[in-house]
């Protein structure tokens, strides 16, 4: 009889843990409705953290805290349109603001020349 409950009870542990561990290897998904704004003109060729060259045609960003390379999908909730965008540089550094977008991330999603605007941000860490 012991041996029967014994076996059991590792039939049930084993079978919660594969059950688990199924979803574990999921990364966790992340949203936030956060403040964003962009870069200006004058910053167009400087060094960001990473090393690269900021260019305003490309789709990056800056993050205070999120891993170089993560990779956001910002999305206006007022138009609907996204933008995915990678992390390349650190900022912004008012603590209102969650993330600065490139020139063409900003047009892409229609908060160009609204200089601060509200904007979903969706992303993994793995």
Same mark, same amino acid.
């Given at each position: 009889?012991?041996?029967?409950?014994?076996?059991?009870?590792?039939?049930?542990?084993?079978?919660?843990?594969?059950?688990?561990?199924?979803?574990?290897?999921?990364?966790?998904?992340?949203k936030?409705?956060?403040?964003?704004?962009? #870069?200006?003109?004058?910053?167009?060729?400087?060094?960001?953290?990473?090393?690269v060259?900021?260019?305003?045609?490309?789709?990056?960003?800056?993050?205070?805290?999120?891993?170089?390379?993560?990779?956001?999908? %910002?999305?206006? $909730?007022?138009?609907?349109?996204? %933008?995915? %965008?990678? %992390?390349?540089?650190?900022g $912004?550094?008012?603590?209102?603001?969650?993330?600065?977008?490139?020139?063409?991330?900003?047009?892409?999603?229609?908060? #160009?020349?609204?200089?601060?605007?509200?904007?979903?941000?969706?992303?993994?860490?793995?």
């Open positions: 009889m012991k041996y029967l409950l014994l076996l059991s009870f590792c039939f049930l542990f084993l079978q919660g843990k594969a059950q688990n561990s199924g979803s574990s290897n999921e990364p966790d998904s992340i936030k409705t956060v403040l964003a704004t962009y #870069y200006h003109r004058k910053f167009e060729g400087r060094r960001t953290t990473s090393g060259k900021y260019r305003a045609k490309k789709l990056t960003a800056a993050h205070r805290t999120l891993p170089m390379g993560t990779l956001i999908t %910002v999305t206006n $909730p007022d138009n609907g349109k996204s %933008v995915v %965008v990678k %992390v390349n540089d650190r $912004p550094f008012s603590k209102k603001l969650a993330i600065d977008l490139s020139e063409s991330a900003a047009k892409q999603i229609g908060i #160009y020349r609204q200089g601060i605007a509200k904007v979903s941000l969706s992303y993994t860490l793995e």
